[in-house]
């Protein structure tokens, strides 16, 4: 059974640099048939969808967070790392990741990790 | 950008239907995913593809899209569907893109 795992602070000062990691167990990242995502959830709030990575290292970012967002991969940890930079108190939220599945035109998330939250405080 | 637009609320009674629309400009051109939410848990995936139902997902889960809607009925509501539930579909443009969000209250 697939799991995702995500790691990282909990807490993250202003300005400075969100690393998060989700590591995958049960399943390989490098299979052709998945991307892998992160979305996050503000406290009470809606899912944001943040970046996707494909296996061969084509990546998908959200048009608003494009310019401070990196996603990337490590095939031989199995794992999904994302970095967010200069941070802000609106940055803080449970951060997912999550499989995306792939079929024709259609992709949807699952399974889900079960997130972690990141407060951006000074 | 591509936009989808949910109620924030839905309330239904026990064992009756409760249906949950998504909009956005021509949006059954896409395909529709749904995700129920419960208080501190992930996300899970109940509809995806219009719908289709994940193994493990009750028959009482259906969904379908047309025009500029998608729809989610969840068929004789019990109190353990109280969730948010969210839709979402792809754009080739926005790439992933949620819904707000509705909050199903079962009374």
């Known amino acids: 059974q697939l799991q995702l795992h995500e790691s990282g602070p909990g807490l993250v000062k202003p300005s400075e640099t969100l690393s998060l990691t989700c590591t995958v167990s049960?399943?390989?990242?490098?299979?052709?048939?998945?991307?892998w995502g992160w979305v996050r959830q503000p406290p009470g709030k809606g899912l944001e969808w943040i970046a996707s990575?494909?296996?061969?290292?084509?990546?998908y970012y959200s048009p608003s967070l494009k310019s401070r967002v990196t996603i990337s991969s490590d095939t031989s940890k199995n794992q999904v790392s994302l970095n967010l930079s200069s941070v802000a108190a609106a940055d803080t939220a449970v951060y997912y990741c999550?499989?995306?599945?792939?079929?024709?035109?259609?992709?949807?998330?699952?399974?889900w990790g079960q997130g972690t939250l990141v407060t951006v405080f000074s | 950008s591509y936009e989808l637009t949910q109620p924030p609320s839905v309330s239904v009674s026990p064992g009756q239907t409760a249906s949950i629309t998504c909009s956005g400009d021509?949006?059954?051109?896409?395909?529709a995913c749904w995700y129920q939410q419960k208080p501190g848990q992930s996300p899970v995936v109940v509809i995806y593809e219009d719908n289709k139902r994940p193994s493990g997902i009750p028959e009482r889960f259906s969904g379908s899209n047309s025009g500029n809607t998608a729809t989610l009925t969840i068929s004789g509501t019990q109190a353990m569907d109280e969730a948010d539930y969210y839709c979402q579909t792809w754009d080739s443009s926005a790439f992933y893109v949620f819904g707000p969000g509705t909050k199903v209250t079962v009374l």
């Open positions: 021509k949006l059954g051109d896409k395909y």
């Open positions: 049960g399943g390989s990242i490098s299979s052709t048939s998945y991307y």
């Open positions: 999550a499989r995306v599945m792939l079929a024709g035109g259609s992709n949807w998330f699952d399974p």
């Open positions: 990575i494909y296996y061969s290292g084509a990546t």
